[in-house]
């Protein structure tokens, strides 16, 4: 098993990319501790673990929260005796915030879950991970944090915080990657392109909406979510032992136009 014994911490557990992290990890025997704001969501993702046979801990905490942040790792290491692996999947887009919040308080709210929220979990796991000498952090960018939204589509009037959070993401994982390359904690970054996920369900309802954005992907089609988990798996295995501070794009030739 290519996590045996890892423990992984994993926000944003209750659905999407962090929900199939979450029985991908332990599926390759890591111990899993399923973070969500949503203790529902925390809770039912751990039962699916522990129903295949796994070990896992719900957790519920707000990423936009340093204290939750900080006991929320906390919990991890009194529960496992360590955190291994942190996948920061907890996100948002503005098109998940009321359409009466003003502009700009709807960028704050989307740059706080989004950046500020990787930044804090990784801040306060990265401590513990330095103290064991290894570790190894994921962090959900996008390819929207890689290029602008593609004209012509609506999705962006220039202001969309979503494109310049995960482009924070991304230089984010840089400049960590580089500060901790020598305490054995590597820090990666994910770009995946449109997904099947809760984030892109009002992009994929509407059928037309759908095809013009399954065109723009090379392969003609959006990512699944266990595909995203699967370079995930990679990033968080000894398998990735010399890469760090790099994203690994997993776009269906999206970027490669």
Request: with cysteine.
């Amino acid at each position: 098993m290519r996590l045996d014994g890892k423990v992984a911490l994993i926000t944003g557990s209750a659905s999407g990319i962090g929900e199939v992290c979450a029985t991908r990890f332990a599926e390759e025997g890591a111990r899993i501790a399923a973070a969500d704001i949503s203790e529902d969501g925390a809770v039912r993702t751990a039962a699916t673990v522990t129903g295949a046979g796994g070990d896992a801990l719900a957790i519920t905490g707000d990423v936009t929260s340093k204290a939750d942040c900080e006991r929320m790792v906390a919990e991890t290491t009194d529960r496992f005796g360590a955190v291994d692996i942190l996948v920061n999947s907890a996100g948002i887009t503005p098109r998940y915030v009321s359409a009466d919040v003003p502009f700009d308080e709807k960028w704050d709210r989307v740059i706080d879950v989004n950046l500020k929220g990787s930044m804090l979990m990784s801040y306060y796991a990265s401590a513990k991970m330095k103290e064991q000498g290894s570790g190894a952090i994921v962090n959900l960018a996008s390819i929207i944090g890689l290029v602008g939204y593609t004209h012509g589509h609506g999705l962006s009037d220039g202001f969309n915080p979503y494109p310049h959070s995960k482009g924070g993401i991304v230089q984010m994982t840089r400049d960590m990657g580089v500060a901790f390359a020598r305490t054995g904690v590597r820090v990666n970054a994910l770009c995946p392109g449109f997904a099947y996920t809760a984030l892109t369900t009002s992009l994929t309802e509407d059928a037309d909406t759908k095809a013009r954005i399954e065109a723009l992907h090379p392969m003609g089609r959006l990512g699944e979510p266990i595909e995203i988990a699967n370079a995930a798996l990679f990033l968080a295995s000894d398998e990735a032992s010399f890469v760090t501070g790099t994203t690994l794009v997993v776009d269906g030739g999206y970027t490669a136009q």
